[in-house]
């Protein structure tokens, strides 16, 4: 990963841990589905050079984030907004798609167990639950 695109890890890090006064769920699946996301998500995109206080107050002005909702620690939400940039970087899965095999309530409930680890490995034990959770669900393995 280059050092620019760490730095653009980061800068979704510090976003999602200044929206922690959020309904986290909340906000973690309306921004990874937003346009700002989808940005972020190019090979070049100004969206990817501003700061997270800048991206937070253009990510809300463009909709209405409730007020009901578990609001996760700061920790969480930091740890949230870099493993799924670092994901897009690391697979080059769109933010979209990154959501859904990883929904924030998962993130949650893992974070004990993953935070800790190298975020290629806990992006790799992510993907397995996902699909350890399909199999689950569907009853087949593809």
């Known amino acids: 990963m280059t050092p620019i695109e760490m730095q653009i890890v980061h800068i979704q890090a510090r976003l999602f841990e200044n ?3 959020l309904p986290s769920a909340e906000f973690a699946k309306s921004f ?4 700002i996301a989808e940005q972020m998500d190019r090979k070049y995109s100004f969206m990817q050079y501003c700061g997270e206080e800048y991206l937070l107050e ?9 007020n009901e909702g578990e609001r996760y620690s700061p920790d969480i939400m930091f ?3 870099y493993i799924y940039r670092y ?8 933010s979209r798609d990154i959501l859904k ?6 993130i949650r409930q893992t974070y004990g167990g ?8 806990a992006v790799e034990n992510l993907k397995s639950l996902s699909k350890q959770r399909r199999i689950e669900k569907t009853g087949k393995k593809r």
């Open 79 to 81: 740890w949230m907004g």
């Open 87 to 94: 994901w897009h970087y690391l697979t080059g899965e769109n």
């Open 58 to 66: 253009a990510f809300l002005d463009g909709g209405e984030i409730g």
């Open 101 to 106: 095999q990883a929904p924030p309530e998962i």
């Open 114 to 121: 993953l935070h800790t680890l190298d975020p290629a490995l």
């Open 19 to 21: 929206a922690s006064y």
């Open 32 to 35: 990874m589905r937003s346009y």
